[in-house]
């Protein structure tokens, strides 16, 4: 474990759960009638112990999404996250982009997010993604880091396979 982190997931606890007690899901936007399909699986990638999304992410029906999400209090409350500087992340894909997707407890609709793309590269590598650089998505709402609620891996926006690994997740600062 380093130093200036603190866990969120590093798959220690029995899939589907995460470290810190909540249950990674898989969310597509079959939920809004699309078309994207996906499975989620905790296997060994390239060496590595990881919870895997695959599937095929279409535009069809007004479409678009596959993610996986985990609430990150089990109750379903919030996290004050605003003692850290961002996300790390280690993941291995199929060399597309990838999103990951914040949501506060002021965060209403399903659609909207705080929102930040990342390259999933063949090979694993770590990612650190600082608040400063998450976006809002159909909000106008600044990012609240007292009232974190939730982060989605996503596949997002266009058609594509989808196909990516994570091997841990923890907040940096």
């Given at each position: 474990m380093k130093p200036d982190c603190t866990v969120i997931d590093d798959l220690s606890a029995p899939h589907p759960h995460a470290a810190?007690?909540?249950?990674?899901?898989?969310?597509?936007?079959?939920?809004?009638?699309?078309?994207?399909?996906?499975?989620?699986?905790?296997?060994r990638v390239a060496g590595r112990m990881a919870l895997r999304m695959r599937g095929a992410v279409s535009l069809e029906n007004n479409g678009g999404f596959v993610q996986m999400a985990l609430d990150?209090?089990?109750?379903?409350?919030?996290?004050?996250?605003?003692?850290?500087?961002?996300?790390?992340?280690?993941?291995?894909?199929?060399?597309?982009?990838?999103?990951?997707?914040?949501?506060?407890?002021?965060?209403?609709r399903p659609w909207q997010s705080y929102r930040q793309s990342f390259t999933a590269t063949r090979?694993?590598?770590g990612l650190r993604l600082s608040f400063a650089d998450f976006q809002p998505h159909r909000l106008d709402a600044a990012l609240d880091l007292s009232r974190l609620r939730r982060l989605g891996l996503v596949a997002i926006g266009r058609a594509f396979d989808a196909d990516l690994a994570l091997a841990g997740i923890r907040f940096f600062r």
């Open positions: 810190i007690g909540a249950r990674w899901e898989l969310i597509s936007d079959r939920v809004m009638g699309g078309v994207s399909r996906g499975v989620m699986e905790r296997e990150l209090s089990p109750d379903g409350g919030t996290v004050d996250a605003r003692a850290w500087r961002g996300i790390e992340l280690d993941v291995l894909g199929n060399g597309e982009a990838y999103n990951l997707h914040l949501r506060t407890a002021d965060v209403t090979e694993w590598r």
